[in-house]
């Protein structure tokens, strides 16, 4: 089995030995080996990486979305006929669903950071999300998983813009972004340093965020698009808005 498998098999379809209710970490009657007690008696589960993260992102998500939409076919099927979040279906505008779902192909694809991934032109941005930023070719880097975040989940490109364009943008013409004062941030905004970094916020803890974004240089979590803990820069964070003109 996959790592993935393993986490979906022994942390969230754990069972106690009655068949009932959820079996407490630290208990299992599977047999314990060199290369799975970390698995079998739940300690693994219970581990806070970057890893584990992107695994349980991604499967709170595509949970509630099989649960209610139906969206996708199965949450341990990683083929991409099976999982295309949104690739064949129409746009949910719900920023921080799609930030999640696609947050979550950083463990289940090895999703890769890119330097310039992402502001090509939209069928280079199509391509790339097809392919679940797998591979170097096809990774992007934070501010091209943004445009890539918002198209999947608006259906509007918003064109290649680095994370100092987003923000002037928020004062421009074409005003995709508006500035928002960090206190109102919302799931679905957008949590950046202008000269640096951007992140899409996908649960709001008093001041604090809970993001997702495409991090350095590598693949797979902790380097292209999974969770973070990114914060902004401690005064605004940007809001999607939809835009004025095309592009």
Known sequence: DSEFDNYVKYCTQRTAD???GIMPIGSSTASITADNY???D???????NPTMDSYATYYNWCYVQYATSKRVKSCTDKTPEANSAASSTAPTGNIAQEAAAMGGWGGQYQACYTDGG????????QRRIAAHFAGPENGVDCSGFTRAVVYQATGTDTGSMSTQDMCADA???????EKIPQAQA????????????VEVITGVNGGKFSTVGSHTTGCGPGFGPSPGNEQGNGSFVLRFKGGTVSV
């Open 18 to 20: 009655d068949g009932k």
């Open 38 to 40: 970390d698995w079998t």
């Open 42 to 48: 739940g300690s693994k589960c219970a581990q806070s």
């Open 118 to 125: 992402g502001h090509g032109d939209l069928a280079d941005l």
């Open 171 to 177: 004062s421009g013409p074409k005003k995709f972004y």
């Open 186 to 197: 919302q799931p679905g905004d957008m949590a950046i340093r202008c000269d640096a970094h």
